[in-house]
T-cell receptor, first 114, second 115 residues
Framework: EADIYQTPRYLVIGTGKKITLECSQT?????MYWYQQDPGMELHLIHY???????EKGDLSSESTVSRIRTEHFPLTLESARPSHTSQYLC?????????????FGQGTRLTVV | AQKVTQAQTEISVVEKEDVTLDCVYE???????LFWYKQPPSGELVFLIR??????QNEISGRYSWNFQKSTSSFNFTITASQVVDSAVYFC????????????FGQGTTLQVKP
């Protein structure tokens, strides 16, 4: 069973609020990722990190930002939430050393901005 | 550019039927990795299988089997004797970056297994 946790699971928030989605893993993985998934759609990579103090933007442009101060923690922040940010956000992690592994995913945060 | 296509948006079967989920991929890289993930209603993605481009052996795991054919760029997934608990969204994914978390996902196939 994967040891990667996301909080909150569900969040309903008003337009203009600042929000932070939390993601933590206890597997010691160097690589971590954030994916965005609109209802009934595929997942798109929005941010990834290869280790502490390393962050990169993914294939899908996003107004969110991320930080990686500790190996186990990879929070995602929206400075001013808008209804267009309504989506599911999934966090994942994988090992550094070999590609012959798989990414482990958290349960996701379903964000609704009203 | 890399691309994964799952042409079947939704499939509905009756319990105990066999069902095959199709996946076609595009990549110009010679080394790549293919994955299948299951997404139950709870939302998380559950890893099912990984296959690298050098290994064309088909694989069977219980009621699940996978058919990888490089000649047709396909990586199809078959569930034998489906069960209600198999109801979920299934995603096929691809990476060639050596980074197994940087995935290109297909659109997903929603499988509904009716009792």
């Amino acid at each position: 069973e994967a040891d990667i946790y996301q909080t909150p699971r569900y969040l309903v928030i008003g337009t203009g609020k600042k929000i932070t989605l939390e993601c933590s893993q206890t597997m010691g993985h160097d690589k971590m990722y954030w994916y965005q998934q609109d209802p009934g759609m595929e997942l798109h990579l929005i941010h990834y990190s290869y280790g502490v103090n390393s962050t990169e933007k993914g294939d899908l442009s996003s107004e969110s930002t991320v930080s990686r101060i500790r190996t186990e923690h990879f929070p995602l922040t929206l400075e001013s939430a808008r209804p267009s940010h309504t989506s599911q956000y999934l966090c994942a992690s994988s090992e550094e050393r070999t590609p012959n592994t798989e990414a482990f995913f958290g349960q996701g945060t379903r964000l609704t901005v009203v | 550019a890399q691309k994964v296509t799952q042409a079947q948006t939704e499939i509905s079967v009756v319990e105990k039927e066999d069902v095959t989920l199709d996946c076609v991929y595009e990549t110009r890289d010679t080394t790549y990795y293919l994955f299948w993930y299951k997404q139950p209603p709870s939302g998380e993605l559950v890893f099912l299988i990984r296959r690298n481009s050098f290994d064309e052996q088909n694989e069977i795991s219980g009621r699940y089997s996978w058919n990888f054919q490089k000649s047709t760029s396909s990586f199809n997934f078959t569930i034998t004797a489906s069960q209600v608990v198999d109801s979920a969204v299934y995603f096929c994914a691809l990476t060639s970056s050596g980074n197994t978390g940087k995935l290109i996902f297909g659109q997903g196939t929603t499988l509904q297994v009716k009792p």
